[in-house]
């Protein structure tokens, strides 16, 4: 029998100091695999008033007196849970979900949790397990299932098949610590993407391109994370990063087509070290779109840490409809860049004044809460295709472009170019 | 015979993408070299300077080998094979050796074991040392020429090494050994061309030789007599072609035949608009093609192929010593406008090498394409004469033995 926790609000610490542009974000664990990633996260220095779980063990760490709530039959949220998910999610511009599918928990919860989140109005990116091979196909079509209907609702989707990091899992590995390799693995994951969001950055990756990223269809992103000390330590990080179970030993990389790399470290971060980094991994993914981003996080003293977030989707969008709360808006004509605040009490403002023309219907009479979602509807869907940017010369690269006499020989790349392709069709140059 | 006896004849071989050429020289008691034959057969058998079908390579090579013989009337029994391919690269070293001699006097022994210590260079196992050029040597960290006699603590040697793949370059001296001919040596088809090119002085005033083949360009920066700098790319007039049948929409053998026709370096004004008309065997018109598009295709690659190496020679920081100036040479250099597209990518002024420092076959010297294998007889030539130049009656005896063994 399931007994589903409240929403916990663990600890109270001050609010962490630092750059003014980073953002709010929170991370909420559901299920037991979710408990025991939010467990690893505390203890390597997420603020503990930013993480919640919901969860039916007893999770990983000493829980104040929350409250119990008895479980629901169905795997729904109660009314209660809803409310205290979207005070959990209200301040926050960014949540992590962190979730294991295939069980009840997790797979019942996470959609609903994510739907309540973006109703917050905050940027859902979900990060979830799949069961290993062997525990049996009723879990395995539960947690694809589950996996589709997350990705449905989600701003972005990273996933991690806990079978492969079953090679990580030594022949001694005893049974009850099974799960320790996926979720570091996990951990390592979203701590990378949770600095490069919520530290300060001197490179910072844009929330809307990180979501145009990160959504696609259910299994074409992944993340990997390498870390390393010492005099050597980029060399020896980007060694670790391409080690990465994940990265199927880069060529996961190769057909990467946008890839988000975050460099992180303490004060003593040097540009050439970035460099380094970047130099390796751009000569390592040739057709992608790389995004650079760099965290300080002084809990990082001495350490670098890469992360890499990889999208295999086919077409990078940038869309310039996504918006957050303090980010500026991407200037997209028509709306202005008031648009940019989700809040409905600024909604009046920002509209644009109407032309006086009786053709025109007066605006529908609606509830706040009503025209909200109205706004993200079309925020979704007409605004984006309109906005879709000129694309860009390297896309042509979808179009198949035989090597004709090079065909079988071994390629010669510069700078990771492909040189047997014409070069006109690499530079772009169009003969009409 | 007639040509006079103890003159070795030397055979240059260059087994290129687009054709085998086979050059005779023929180095005369004086020591002066004389190139006295050329043979040369359509390759089909390698892509990008390396053999991908050895069985029709060595029919051309015997092809090559045999027009060689016959225009020099004589019998060939070894060659210095000249190599490239896209795992030929070069780099700089230095070798050191304590001198340890009580009075700290330099013997020829140091400098060879200094010459040792650099060519030992970290690489991948099969990696093997094609050339290892001596530059300059160090005593005490002061450069000389010739440290023999010299006294000193330490001697430093730089040295230009040139490697590559020990198997790809075993491929090419199989094909060779199967025609029952000797591998004399070995050599970069790069490093080959910028001999037959370069005089003394303009590798003293600083020079780059491009040699602008069908499967590779192979080039060599010298400054200040010596080389500084080598590197094969494995793109050339084949890529061009493969471009323009892309481009136009034309089989690779037409492709190939509107590249030597039309084909030029730089966007010609004058052709703007211009539109030829391809027609079948029986006169009747196929397709039409504007030589704009031909020609900008065309300069595209080049200019991209040049400006590569641009790019590699500035990363050395030499780019801007090249006071004697940019030659090009092989089947490139033909190209129409090259010299001024080269004009406009490098910092220098460009010309179109010939091999002026042999004596020779006038029609053969002035060919761009037989730049390699002219220098491949040259490098050779370079042996010989440092055996010859021992002198007694061993030396002599031993050169009598050779040029027997060389001569049949």
């Not at chain 1, 090079?406 to 390629?411: A, L, M, R, T």
């Not at chain 2, 687009?18 to 089909?44: W, Y």
């Not at chain 2, 493969?242 to 010609?268: F, M, T, W």
Request: charged share 20%; hydrophobic share 45%.
């Amino acid at each position: 029998m399931n007994t589903i926790d409240s929403v916990q609000t663990i600890g109270e610490a001050a609010p962490p100091a630092g750059s003014p542009r980073k953002l709010a974000v929170k991370v909420f664990g559901v299920g037991g695999a979710g408990a025991s990633v939010l467990d690893v996260l505390r203890r390597r220095g997420v603020a503990a008033e930013s993480c919640a779980v919901l969860s039916a063990e007893t999770g990983g760490w000493a829980r104040s007196d929350g409250e119990r709530m008895p479980a629901p039959a169905a795997a729904v949220l109660a009314e209660e849970q809803r409310t205290k998910v979207r005070e959990f999610c209200a301040d926050a511009e960014a949540v992590c979900l962190v979730a294991g599918l295939g069980g009840r928990t997790g797979t019942g919860l996470a959609p609903a949790i994510v739907q309540e989140a973006k109703g917050a109005g905050a940027v859902v990116l979900a990060w979830v397990t799949l069961p290993l091979d062997c525990e049996g196909s009723l879990r395995q079509a539960r947690a694809r299932a589950g996996l589709e209907q997350v990705a449905a609702v989600a701003d972005g989707l990273l996933c991690l098949p806990n079978q492969k990091a079953f090679s990580l899992i030594g022949e001694q590995t005893r049974l009850a610590d099974t799960f320790e390799v996926p979720t570091q693995l996990l951990a390592d994951g979203v701590l990378g993407l949770w600095r490069v969001l919520a530290r300060p950055a001197r490179f910072r990756v844009h929330l809307a391109d990180l979501c145009a990223l990160l959504r696609a269809q259910a299994d074409a992103n992944v993340f990997a994370t390498g870390a390393a000390a010492g005099a050597n330590r980029s060399a020896e990080a980007i060694e670790r990063l391409l080690g990465h179970p994940l990265l199927g030993g880069g060529d996961i990389l190769r057909q990467s087509r946008a890839v988000l790399v975050s460099v992180a470290g303490g004060a003593d971060l040097t540009m050439a070290e970035v460099h380094r980094v970047m130099e390796a991994l751009q000569s390592r993914c040739e057709k992608a779109h790389v995004m650079l981003n760099t965290a300080l996080d002084e809990t990082l003293a001495g350490l670098l840490e890469v992360t890499v977030l990889a999208s295999a989707s086919p077409a990078f969008p940038v869309p310039a409809a996504m918006r957050t709360r303090n980010a500026p808006a991407v200037p997209d004509g028509a709306e202005g860049a008031g648009a940019a605040d989700w809040s409905p009490h600024l909604l009046p403002a920002t509209l644009p004044p109407r032309a006086a023309a009786r053709l025109v219907p007066p605006a529908p009479e609606m509830a706040p809460e009503e025209m909200r979602q109205l706004l993200a509807r079309q925020e979704a869907s007409g605004r984006r295709r309109r906005d879709l940017p000129r694309p860009r010369q390297s896309q042509l690269q979808l179009e198949i472009v035989s090597k004709g006499r090079f065909d079988k020989s071994e390629p010669t790349i510069h700078k990771g170019e492909d040189l047997d392709l014409p070069t006109y069709v690499r530079r772009g140059v169009v003969l009409n | 015979m007639f040509s006079p006896s103890f003159s070795p004849i030397i055979v240059g071989l260059e087994i290129g993408t687009s054709k085998v050429c086979a050059v005779v020289g023929d180095l005369n008691p004086g020591g002066v070299l004389n190139i006295v034959g050329v043979g040369q057969a359509r390759s089909r058998g390698v892509r990008k300077g390396e053999i991908i079908d050895p069985e029709i390579a060595e029919e051309d090579v015997r092809n090559a080998i045999a027009e060689a013989e016959q225009m020099a009337d004589v019998e060939i029994r070894s060659v210095c094979l000249g190599v490239s391919g896209s795992h030929v690269r070069g780099l700089n070293n230095r070798g050191v050796h304590p001198v340890v001699s009580a009075d700290r006097e330099i013997v020829e022994e140091d400098t060879q074991d200094a010459l040792r210590n650099a060519k030992v260079v970290n690489m991948p196992a099969e990696t093997e040392i094609l050339h290892a050029i001596r530059q300059h040597f160090l005593v005490d960290g002061q450069s000389v020429t010739n440290p023999v006699g010299m006294s000193g603590g330490k001697l430093e040697v730089d040295v230009h090494v040139v490697c590559g793949n020990g198997h790809r370059l075993r491929n090419a001296i199989r094909a060779v050994r199967n025609l029952q001919l000797e591998v004399d040596e070995l050599a970069f088809n790069g490093l080959a061309s910028s001999l037959a090119l370069l005089t003394g002085e303009q590798k003293e005033m600083g020079a780059l030789v491009i040699d602008l083949g069908a499967g590779t360009t192979d080039y060599a920066v010298y400054s200040e007599g010596v080389i500084k700098h080598t590197g094969a790319l494995a793109v050339g007039g084949d890529h061009v072609t493969n471009d323009l049948a892309h481009g136009l929409k034309v089989p690779l053998s037409r492709a190939e035949q509107l590249k030597i026709e039309h084909g030029a370096a730089r966007l010609d004004e004058s052709v703007k608009g211009r539109l030829i008309t391809l027609t079948n065997e029986l006169g009747l018109p196929l397709k039409t093609i504007n030589v704009e598009h031909l020609q900008r295709i065309m300069s595209l690659r080049l200019q991209e192929i040049l400006e590569v190496v641009a790019e590699d020679v500035r990363q050395t920081g030499l780019l801007h010593y090249l006071s004697a100036g940019v030659f090009l040479c092989g089947g490139g250099a033909r190209i129409p406008a090259i010299a001024q597209l080269a004009g406009q990518i490098f910092p220098a002024d460009v010309h179109l090498g010939k091999a002026n420092s042999i004596s020779g076959l006038k029609s053969a010297l002035d060919q761009p394409e037989f730049a390699t294998a002219i220098g491949l007889v040259k490098f050779r030539s370079f042996k010989h004469k440092t055996h010859g130049s021992r002198g007694g009656f061993l030396g002599g005896l031993r050169g009598a033995l050779e040029q027997m063994r060389g001569r049949g």
